[in-house]
């Protein structure tokens, strides 16, 4: 089955800079890959998402790359802001019924 | 917007009770998965509906069943209980089976004791 892994487990920047957290995921039929942001309690929330005839996806200050050969997928934060400090998920479609296999989490801090 | 329903918000059971956990998804979604998160854990998968219909089985013990009723909502029955069962409980739906976005509901808190 889908096996998703994350790096790195914790991420701490200046608020301004960049963040960039990585996945790989190991089963090639795999077609749908999110990235969540979750705040402590709260629900998974989806902040951008990309399908696999797209190599890079881009929403105001997010973006995600894919890159199916090497079988990884990377969260690009620009400009972040105290306010994006939470834990990020990425997931990957497993078995063939859309169920979602989720990494291990990184948990972002942006310091002010 | 309408967003997924999810009930009780909060249970608290002891060791060897059952609890049941209710979903209401968005309406007109015909697909709903539950997902088990413990504490700073990522969720895992235990079950999926689409149609009413089973559609895929995660990491849901023996202990648990769930079904989808005519007007699309889900329960989650939980025998048994263990302390280890304790977690955050989300459902989330979406509109068809493959590749498309899951909306996630607020999630149950449940404990046992």
């Known amino acids: 089955g889908e096996n998703v892994e994350q790096h790195p487990s914790t991420l701490s920047v200046q608020e301004g800079d960049s963040a960039v957290i990585k996945c790989t995921y190991s089963d090639s039929a795999s077609n749908y890959f999110p990235w969540y942001k979750q705040e402590l309690g709260k629900r998974p929330q989806l902040i951008i998402d990309i399908r696999s005839n797209v190599g890079e996806k881009k929403d105001q200050r997010i973006a995600v790359t894919l890159n199916k050969t090497a079988k990884h997928f990377s969260l690009h934060i620009t400009e972040t802001q105290p306010e994006d400090s939470a834990v990020y998920f990425c997931?990957?479609?497993?078995?063939?019924?859309?169920?979602?296999?989720f990494g291990k989490g990184t948990k972002l801090s942006v310091k002010p | 917007a309408a967003g997924v329903i999810q009930s009780p918000r909060h249970l608290i059971k002891e060791k060897r009770e059952t609890a049941t956990l209710k979903c209401y998804p968005i309406?007109?979604?015909?697909?709903v998965y539950w997902y088990q998160q413990g504490p700073g854990q990522d969720p895992q998968f235990l079950i999926s509906f689409y149609e009413k219909m089973q559609s895929d089985k995660g990491s849901i013990p023996d202990r648990f069943s769930a079904q989808q009723f005519s007007d699309y909502h889900s329960e989650l029955n939980m025998s048994s209980l263990e302390l280890g069962d304790s977690a955050l409980y989300f459902c989330a739906s979406s509109l068809g089976l493959i590749d498309n976005e899951q909306f996630f509901g607020p999630g149950t808190r449940l404990t046992v004791l």
């Open positions: 309406p007109r979604h015909d697909t």
């Open positions: 997931a990957a479609t497993g078995g063939s019924q859309g169920n979602l296999i």
